[in-house]
Protein backbone atom coordinates (compact mmCIF):
# COMPACT_ATOMS: atom_id res chain seq x y z
CA UNK A 1 0.00 0.00 0.00
CA UNK A 2 0.99 3.67 -0.66
CA UNK A 3 -0.63 5.08 2.19
CA UNK A 4 -1.48 8.54 1.81
CA UNK A 5 0.51 10.25 -1.55
CA UNK A 6 0.30 13.97 -2.04
CA UNK A 7 1.54 15.83 -5.37
CA UNK A 8 3.46 17.98 -6.17
CA UNK A 9 6.25 17.95 -3.24
CA UNK A 10 7.50 21.23 -4.43
CA UNK A 11 5.69 23.83 -5.82
CA UNK A 12 6.39 27.93 -6.29
CA UNK A 13 3.62 29.78 -7.74
CA UNK A 14 2.90 33.85 -8.35
CA UNK A 15 0.77 36.28 -6.45
CA UNK A 16 -2.56 35.54 -7.56
CA UNK A 17 -2.15 32.15 -9.67
CA UNK A 18 -4.39 29.24 -8.50
CA UNK A 19 -2.98 25.71 -8.34
CA UNK A 20 -4.58 22.43 -6.64
CA UNK A 21 -2.69 20.06 -3.88
CA UNK A 22 -3.48 16.64 -4.58
CA UNK A 23 -4.11 13.87 -1.88
CA UNK A 24 -5.08 10.72 -2.67
CA UNK A 25 -4.98 7.50 -0.13
CA UNK A 26 -5.60 3.90 -0.77
CA UNK A 27 -6.38 2.50 2.65
CA UNK A 28 -10.22 2.91 2.21
CA UNK A 29 -10.13 5.56 5.20
CA UNK A 30 -13.67 7.88 5.39
CA UNK A 31 -11.94 10.58 7.11
CA UNK A 32 -9.25 13.12 5.69
CA UNK A 33 -7.66 15.92 6.49
CA UNK A 34 -5.56 18.85 5.53
CA UNK A 35 -2.80 20.43 7.07
CA UNK A 36 -0.77 23.59 6.69
CA UNK A 37 2.69 24.06 8.99
CA UNK A 38 4.45 28.01 9.27
CA UNK A 39 8.17 27.71 10.17
CA UNK A 40 8.96 27.18 13.53
CA UNK A 41 5.47 26.27 14.30
CA UNK A 42 3.08 23.05 14.49
CA UNK A 43 0.20 21.88 12.37
CA UNK A 44 -2.85 23.76 11.69
CA UNK A 45 -6.46 22.16 10.39
CA UNK A 46 -7.71 23.73 7.24
CA UNK A 47 -10.25 21.36 6.12
CA UNK A 48 -11.14 17.86 6.70
CA UNK A 49 -13.96 15.54 5.19
CA UNK A 50 -15.63 12.78 7.20
CA UNK A 51 -16.73 10.90 3.82
CA UNK A 52 -17.59 11.65 0.34
CA UNK A 53 -19.28 14.59 -0.47
CA UNK A 54 -18.92 16.14 2.99
CA UNK A 55 -16.35 18.63 3.71
CA UNK A 56 -15.99 20.93 6.69
CA UNK A 57 -13.76 23.71 8.02
CA UNK A 58 -10.87 23.33 10.54
CA UNK A 59 -9.06 26.22 12.42
CA UNK A 60 -7.74 28.45 8.87
CA UNK A 61 -9.80 28.23 5.96
CA UNK A 62 -9.68 31.16 4.28
CA UNK A 63 -8.39 30.93 1.11
CA UNK A 64 -8.90 27.68 0.11
CA UNK A 65 -11.49 25.23 -0.94
CA UNK A 66 -11.90 21.65 -0.64
CA UNK A 67 -14.05 19.09 -2.58
CA UNK A 68 -14.34 14.78 -2.09
CA UNK A 69 -16.27 13.38 -4.78
CA UNK A 70 -14.25 9.99 -4.02
CA UNK A 71 -13.12 7.94 -0.74
CA UNK A 72 -9.73 8.08 -1.88
CA UNK A 73 -9.06 11.78 -3.04
CA UNK A 74 -9.36 15.22 -1.49
CA UNK A 75 -7.70 17.86 -3.38
CA UNK A 76 -6.85 21.62 -1.59
CA UNK A 77 -7.65 24.05 -3.98
CA UNK A 78 -5.95 27.72 -3.86
CA UNK A 79 -7.72 30.61 -6.09
CA UNK A 80 -5.84 33.05 -5.39
CA UNK A 81 -2.30 32.69 -3.94
CA UNK A 82 -1.00 35.10 -1.53
CA UNK A 83 2.20 35.32 0.38
CA UNK A 84 0.55 34.41 3.67
CA UNK A 85 0.20 31.27 2.14
CA UNK A 86 3.70 30.01 1.76
CA UNK A 87 4.02 26.63 4.03
CA UNK A 88 4.23 22.95 4.13
CA UNK A 89 0.98 21.22 3.53
CA UNK A 90 0.06 17.93 5.18
CA UNK A 91 -2.72 15.58 3.86
CA UNK A 92 -3.77 12.79 6.46
CA UNK A 93 -6.41 10.04 6.77
CA UNK A 94 -7.67 7.30 9.20
CA UNK A 95 -10.44 4.88 9.65
CA UNK A 96 -12.12 6.75 11.77
CA UNK A 97 -12.44 9.61 14.05
CA UNK A 98 -11.15 9.86 17.21
CA UNK A 99 -10.12 6.15 17.95
CA UNK A 100 -7.82 5.85 15.27
CA UNK A 101 -4.33 6.88 14.43
CA UNK A 102 -3.92 9.57 11.66
CA UNK A 103 -1.52 8.72 8.72
CA UNK A 104 0.14 11.18 7.00
CA UNK A 105 1.61 11.91 3.51
CA UNK A 106 4.93 13.59 3.02
CA UNK A 107 3.92 17.13 2.64
CA UNK A 108 4.06 19.58 -0.13
CA UNK A 109 6.05 22.42 0.26
CA UNK A 110 4.91 25.73 -1.53
CA UNK A 111 6.25 29.04 -1.98
CA UNK A 112 4.33 32.57 -3.20
CA UNK A 113 6.70 34.60 -4.84
CA UNK B 1 -10.51 24.89 21.77
CA UNK B 2 -8.35 22.65 23.51
CA UNK B 3 -4.93 23.76 24.93
CA UNK B 4 -2.00 21.57 23.97
CA UNK B 5 1.53 22.56 25.42
CA UNK B 6 4.66 20.84 25.26
CA UNK B 7 8.06 21.44 27.02
CA UNK B 8 10.75 22.00 26.59
CA UNK B 9 10.73 24.27 23.69
CA UNK B 10 14.92 23.34 22.55
CA UNK B 11 16.80 20.61 23.55
CA UNK B 12 20.64 20.14 22.97
CA UNK B 13 22.06 16.87 24.61
CA UNK B 14 25.27 14.64 23.55
CA UNK B 15 24.79 11.31 21.92
CA UNK B 16 24.03 8.36 24.00
CA UNK B 17 21.91 10.98 26.82
CA UNK B 18 18.27 9.92 28.07
CA UNK B 19 15.73 12.49 27.38
CA UNK B 20 12.28 13.09 28.47
CA UNK B 21 9.33 15.39 26.85
CA UNK B 22 6.23 16.55 27.90
CA UNK B 23 3.10 17.01 26.54
CA UNK B 24 0.32 19.15 28.64
CA UNK B 25 -3.47 19.49 27.82
CA UNK B 26 -6.35 21.11 29.01
CA UNK B 27 -9.45 19.28 28.31
CA UNK B 28 -9.89 15.11 28.20
CA UNK B 29 -8.60 13.67 24.56
CA UNK B 30 -9.99 10.19 22.88
CA UNK B 31 -6.63 10.47 20.79
CA UNK B 32 -3.15 11.37 21.72
CA UNK B 33 -0.39 10.82 18.57
CA UNK B 34 3.92 11.69 19.25
CA UNK B 35 5.36 12.18 16.16
CA UNK B 36 8.82 13.11 15.04
CA UNK B 37 9.58 15.25 11.59
CA UNK B 38 12.80 14.69 10.69
CA UNK B 39 15.25 16.99 8.68
CA UNK B 40 13.53 16.05 5.31
CA UNK B 41 10.40 17.06 7.00
CA UNK B 42 8.31 14.04 7.03
CA UNK B 43 6.13 13.48 10.06
CA UNK B 44 6.75 9.57 11.93
CA UNK B 45 3.96 8.55 13.65
CA UNK B 46 5.64 7.21 16.64
CA UNK B 47 3.02 6.03 19.12
CA UNK B 48 -0.45 6.29 19.49
CA UNK B 49 -1.65 6.61 23.07
CA UNK B 50 -4.74 8.20 24.11
CA UNK B 51 -3.42 6.48 27.68
CA UNK B 52 -1.38 3.88 29.11
CA UNK B 53 2.43 3.38 28.33
CA UNK B 54 4.02 1.85 24.63
CA UNK B 55 7.72 0.82 24.28
CA UNK B 56 9.08 0.86 20.74
CA UNK B 57 12.71 0.47 20.96
CA UNK B 58 15.02 2.85 22.90
CA UNK B 59 11.34 5.50 23.07
CA UNK B 60 9.08 4.79 25.15
CA UNK B 61 5.38 7.20 26.03
CA UNK B 62 3.16 7.38 28.85
CA UNK B 63 0.05 8.88 28.89
CA UNK B 64 -2.00 9.79 32.03
CA UNK B 65 -5.09 11.01 31.07
CA UNK B 66 -6.48 12.06 34.20
CA UNK B 67 -3.77 14.03 34.74
CA UNK B 68 -3.94 15.56 31.31
CA UNK B 69 -0.18 15.25 30.57
CA UNK B 70 1.83 12.71 28.26
CA UNK B 71 5.72 11.69 28.21
CA UNK B 72 8.20 10.65 25.56
CA UNK B 73 11.11 9.05 26.48
CA UNK B 74 14.00 8.65 24.06
CA UNK B 75 16.97 6.76 26.12
CA UNK B 76 20.61 6.18 24.81
CA UNK B 77 19.61 9.19 22.22
CA UNK B 78 21.41 9.08 18.71
CA UNK B 79 21.96 11.41 16.30
CA UNK B 80 19.23 10.37 14.00
CA UNK B 81 16.82 11.46 16.96
CA UNK B 82 17.25 14.99 15.98
CA UNK B 83 14.34 16.61 14.77
CA UNK B 84 11.04 17.87 15.92
CA UNK B 85 8.70 16.18 18.16
CA UNK B 86 5.06 16.95 17.98
CA UNK B 87 2.59 15.96 19.83
CA UNK B 88 -1.22 16.28 18.87
CA UNK B 89 -4.48 15.59 20.49
CA UNK B 90 -8.43 15.20 19.92
CA UNK B 91 -11.01 16.09 22.07
CA UNK B 92 -13.39 13.76 23.52
CA UNK B 93 -16.61 15.60 22.77
CA UNK B 94 -16.00 15.82 19.57
CA UNK B 95 -17.52 13.94 16.49
CA UNK B 96 -14.77 14.88 14.15
CA UNK B 97 -11.54 13.96 15.60
CA UNK B 98 -9.48 17.18 14.39
CA UNK B 99 -5.74 16.65 15.81
CA UNK B 100 -4.54 19.91 17.81
CA UNK B 101 -0.80 20.08 17.53
CA UNK B 102 1.56 21.33 20.10
CA UNK B 103 4.70 23.43 19.16
CA UNK B 104 6.93 20.87 19.42
CA UNK B 105 10.19 20.34 21.35
CA UNK B 106 13.21 21.07 19.18
CA UNK B 107 16.05 18.05 19.98
CA UNK B 108 19.76 18.23 19.04
CA UNK B 109 21.67 15.48 19.42
CA UNK B 110 25.41 16.37 19.55
CA UNK B 111 27.80 13.64 18.01
Not at chain 1, 11 to 37: E, V
Not at chain 1, 78 to 94: G, W
Not at chain 2, 2 to 18: K, M, R, T, W, Y
Amino acid sequence: NAGVTQTPKFRILKIGQSMTLQCAQDMNHNYMYWYRQDPGMGLKLIYYSVGAGITDKGEVPNGYNVSRSTTEDFPLRLELAAPSQTSVYFCASTPSGGIQPQHFGDGTRLSIL
Amino acid sequence: GIQVEQSPPDLILQEGANSTLRCNFSDSVNNLQWFHQNPWGQLINLFYIPSGTKQNGRLSATTVATERYSLLYISSSQTTDSGVYFCAVCESNFGNEKLTFGTGTRLTIIP
